[in-house]
């Protein structure tokens, strides 16, 4: 046996135990846990009429709402019986009063993410879900005509909005 | 005729006949199930308390001279303290249909509450009542909304109240099956469009057309990610949302008739127009307005009575003129006119004897015990002739309280699709032709 031939013989043994059948590696996919739960579960209960208003008042303005003002909106809100109509009606004079605290269409559009972040915090005490954010930004950056007090009107009118 | 033709024709003939609505007179789309005698119910609580002594049996002279004949004059005992009211219609209005002059509130506590809820529910309330309750049994606005065909909307039943309490409680039910959904719009005008109220509610922002789009597509957004609803039931009753513009505009529209002045004094009444004027007077607002099918109207000054005799005597003038001018805008009011029961009943009467309250013309005041006296009340129906019994007197104890509403049912033809057992008083036959 020549020396070519044993150096043959080397290389297809080692290239045997390189290529050769070997034990098969078992990837395990997992994911992490993960806590799941009903957006409507973590509010189980429909805000009192003085909540509603104290809240809405606080949401809009930034401040406590004055005690003679609670006063004669509950009045107004208990005298008619289409609550939902009421409290758009309550919503819109606060959304019209120039004293209120929404941020301008210009702080806004300058960042529109943090707007919807915090806007999701004020109106319904959580953060946004990814789709949520996404879909609202979308929204906001493609529609130029879409104001602070249309984004309001439409959450503060929301189901969400009237749990807790 | 050939017989393909004849088929063609025919088939022709029975699709018209199912596809086009038919325009009634009325103003209706399509005609009611079940035989209406009119198409429009105004029932008119002449409540606080009044005694037939005062009213029917004119013990202080004909206190009611709009809707009383008679022209007995005022006891000069308390004229002084009666305030002198022009006639708003020239005709009195027991002429225009049946008057049980001995009707009964036969059972039940005569307070104010439980009398009004077994008008409003056709059921003496037998126990306790729990004001923070809806009634127990469905109102008159339940089934109207659930079993006239076609269904309507809740603009077509309105509770008009002069006071809150537990009054705003009284336009739906808890019972099963029922509730908010067949509900009925209530609104005490006095709180809602006043100074207080404009100065809160007055000034809101107004959206455009295509803002509102962008507003229910935001909203809509977030409710599709939230499994609640805030609907009829917690958030009282839900009307349509084209319902819901107009009634926003009409209290819009409201605000600035008030702002103009036009409501400080409408009817021009000598001295002022007093709290059962001013519900009467938003009454006709709704009526003229939305021409409701079905619309329940209290007034309760005459309660003042616990205290002031004469005064009470007063309001039950006030009253009367309140409920002629109420008819004047029904006959004044198109597709209402000639298509109206008007149906007037005190919710209970008064003690027989005075408390020790004595006012300024010597005379006592009365409370309400659930004596006798207290449960004896009267009741008007008016209505076009040929659909009510046109200047009827009953003068023996005929009719009760619980009736009202089988009346206001067979009036509006939905009578015979209320489930048996549910109502307990009948129909008031005597009136009707």
Not at chain 2, 61 to 69: A, D, I, T
Not at chain 2, 234 to 240: F, K, L, M, R, S
Not at chain 2, 265 to 282: A, C, I, L
Not at chain 2, 393 to 403: C, E, R
Request: glycine share 6%; proline share 5%; aromatic share 10%.
């Amino acid at each position: 046996m020549t020396v070519r031939n044993t150096l043959a013989i080397l290389l297809l043994l080692v290239g045997f135990t390189q290529y050769s059948c070997k034990k098969e590696t078992l990837y395990n996919y997992e994911v992490e846990d993960v806590n799941v739960s009903r957006r409507d579960a973590s509010k189980p209960n429909v805000k009192s009429t003085t909540e509603f208003i104290s809240i809405a008042y606080s949401d809009v303005f930034g401040s406590t709402i004055p005690h003679d003002k609670l006063v004669k909106l509950q009045l107004a809100y208990s005298a008619f019986g289409d609550q939902k109509l009421i409290e758009q009606l309550v919503i819109r004079n606060f959304l019209q009063n120039t004293t209120n605290a929404i941020p301008s269409s210009q702080e806004m559009k300058g960042d529109v993410a943090t707007f919807i972040q915090k806007s999701y915090v004020k109106f319904f005490g959580r953060n946004p879900n990814e789709y949520e954010a996404w879909y609202l930004k979308n929204m906001i950056d493609t529609d130029q005509s879409i104001t602070p007090e249309i984004v309001y009107y439409g959450m503060m009118t929301s189901n969400e909005y009237r749990y807790y | 005729m050939e017989r393909r033709s004849f088929i063609k024709k025919a088939a022709v003939a029975t699709t018209g006949a199912f596809a086009l609505p038919y325009i009634l007179p009325s103003g209706r789309l399509f005609a009611a199930s079940g035989n209406r005698i009119v198409n429009h119910v105004v029932v008119c609580l002449y409540a606080g308390g009044v005694r037939n002594l005062e009213t029917m049996h004119k013990a202080e002279g004909n206190l009611m001279p709009n809707l009383l004949s008679g022209t007995e004059g005022i006891n000069p005992q308390i004229i002084g303290g009666m305030t002198d009211l022009p006639s708003p219609f020239p005709t009195k209005l027991q002429s225009y249909g049946t008057l049980f002059k001995e009707f009964r509130y036969a059972a039940g506590a005569t307070g104010h509450f439980n009398a009004h809820s077994a008008v409003l529910t056709g059921h003496y309330n037998l126990v306790d009542v729990n004001l923070k309750q809806r009634p127990a049994n469905p109102t008159i606005f339940e089934y109207y909304r659930k079993h006239n065909s076609p269904s309507m909307s809740a603009l077509n039943a309105w509770w008009v109240s002069n006071s809150l309490g537990p009054y705003p409680a009284l336009n739906f039910s808890n019972y099963p099956g029922y509730g908010a959904l067949y509900g009925a719009n209530y609104i005490q005008p006095g709180s809602v469009i006043s100074q207080d109220a404009l100065s809160v509610l007055g000034d809101p922002k107004n959206f455009s057309g295509v803002d509102l789009e962008k507003i229910n597509k935001i909203r809509s957004f977030c409710d599709n990610n939230f499994a609640k609803s805030f609907t009829a039931g917690d958030a009282g009753i839900t009307n349509t949302t084209e319902d819901a513009l107009l009634l926003d505009q009409y209290i819009k529209d409201s605000y600035t008739e008030a702002l103009a002045g036009n409501y400080d004094n409408p009817w021009s009444v000598p001295e002022y127009m007093s709290g059962d004027m001013r519900n009467v007077f938003y009454a006709e607002k709704i009526i003229e307005r939305f021409k409701p099918e079905l619309l329940v109207v209290n007034m309760q000054d005459v309660d003042v009575c616990h205290t002031n005799f004469t005064q009470y005597c007063n309001n039950i003038r006030r009253a009367d003129y309140s409920v002629a001018h109420l008819w004047n805008t029904i006959q004044s009011t198109p597709q209402m006119a000639n298509d109206t029961m008007l149906i007037v009943v005190p919710e209970h009467g008064r003690n027989l004897d005075p408390n020790t309250v004595i006012d300024a013309y010597g005379r006592y005041a009365l409370d309400h015990n659930n004596d006798d006296t207290s449960r004896e009340i009267f009741c008007l129906v008016a209505g076009p002739s040929g659909k009510v019994v046109q200047n009827q007197v009953i003068t023996t104890v005929t009719g009760q309280t619980i009736d009202v509403i089988p009346t206001v049912a067979k009036a509006l033809g939905f009578l015979n699709e209320i489930p048996s057992g549910m109502l307990q008083g009948s129909p008031l036959d005597q009136a009707l032709v």
